[in-house]
Structures are given as C-alpha cells and as structure tokens.
C-alpha cells in the first residue's frame, strides 16, 4: 500500500512535547520518510525526512525504527502555532493520507 | 527564492467554462506536481512531471483535466468543461528528482469554486 497509516487526530499540551507516530510497514529499503503540515488549507509544508537515521532540525526531530517500519515525529515544545494537521508519507509514492489533526492546547 | 507561485488564488466560474490554472516551479527543480484537496477526499495526486515531461497521470480524473509544462519555469492546469465537483483547492509543487531524496515545496494553492 502507498499510503502510511497515523492516528485520526491527537492533543498537546502547550509547552510539552507532541509526539506524532506514523506506521509506513511497506516502506522499501531506499524510500525516505518525509512529515509534512498543514495549516488551515495553506500549502502542506516540509518538516523533515530520513532514510535510517534519526534526523533533528530547527522544526523538530524524527525517529525511525530499525526495521524502519514506523516512525515518530517530535515537537519538542509544541506551541499554538503548531495545532496543524500532520502528513506522513513515503518519498518516491507521494501519495498523502488523511494525516494526524495536532491540537495544542493551552 | 520567492518559493513555488500559483496563480490566480481564487476563481469563480460557472459549470462548462474552461479554467486554468498557473504555477512557476521553484529555479532549478526538476519536478513539478500537481495535487487537488478536498475535505472528502484529502489530497490527491493528478499529475507529475520530471523534465516538463509528464510521468504519471494516472490521477487526472478525466479527459476534461490537462496538464502542460511547455518550459521549466511553467505549468498549466487546465479544466474543460468545467463542473460543480471540480470545486477544490488545486496546490502545484516542486522539487529534484520526484520527491524521493528532496522534499515537495508547495505553492499557496488556487481555490476553485465552480457555480
């Protein structure tokens, strides 16, 4: 299947750390894993992508599985601004799911 | 870098009316994407080219969508007739080597209401 499965929706605290979790268990060994986000019908904006290694930048951190199956993204200290909907899918397919609605609360 | 550009942001058009919509690709990207949202179906990959050259159109949805890159700076949307389903938002993107090892950069998007 092309497409990556993630949770329907989530809630953060302000301040804590969001955690998001993506299942991508057909991913092929070359294919990266890019997260994307979405704020109210904006362009869907890159976050971030790995292959094997887990991968940290200003916007968040990403932590693949060994066996590369799934895969989580970190926002360390999530804000308002953050409450987005999240897309995790697998590079090469570019087919998006219907992602994970965060909610930060305050 | 002035990011991927579409244009126009909003059209309002009635059924059977042609349409087209604009993007210019961010310098130097060699791929360009053409993806539709909707609330019912999320968003859906039409169309992509590598090189202006069209490599997978298996997600038009019918004859009445065309797409054309006839330059690297260029790409064109087109929809003929034009039906009250086809009301979306149209998000154009690009990026090197189809989005396997670069990420997708997206444009703003085009809001298409059909009447």
């Known amino acids: 299947d092309a497409k990556t499965t993630q949770p329907t929706s989530m809630d953060c605290a302000e301040g804590r750390a969001a955690n998001l979790p993506c299942n991508h268990s057909?991913?092929?060994?070359?294919?990266?894993v890019y997260w994307y986000r979405q704020i109210h019908s904006q362009g869907p904006q890159y976050i971030i992508h790995g292959l094997k290694n887990n991968e940290t930048n200003e916007m968040a951190s990403l932590i693949i599985t060994e066996d590369r199956k799934s895969s989580t993204l970190i926002l360390p200290h999530a804000t308002l601004r953050d409450t987005a909907v999240y897309y995790c899918?697998?590079?090469?397919?570019?087919?998006f799911g219907q992602g994970t609605e965060l909610s930060v609360k305050p | 870098d002035a990011g991927v550009i579409q244009s126009p942001r909003h059209e309002v058009t009635e059924m059977g009316q042609e349409v087209t919509l604009r993007c210019k690709p961010i310098s130097g990207h060699n791929s360009l994407f053409w993806y539709r949202q909707t609330m019912m179906r999320g968003l859906e990959l039409l169309i992509y080219f590598n090189n202006n050259v069209p490599i997978d159109d298996s997600g038009m949805p019918e004859d009445r969508f065309s797409a054309k890159m006839p330059n690297a700076s260029f790409s064109t949307l087109k929809i003929q007739p034009s039906e009250p389903r086809d009301s979306a938002v149209y998000f154009c993107?690009?990026?090197?080597?189809?989005?396997?090892?670069?990420?997708?950069?997206f444009g703003n998007g085009t809001r298409l209401t059909v009447t």
């Open positions: 057909t991913i092929s060994g070359n294919e990266y």
């Open positions: 899918i697998k590079g090469g397919k570019l087919i």
């Open positions: 993107a690009s990026s090197w080597d189809r989005g396997r090892r670069s990420p997708l950069h």
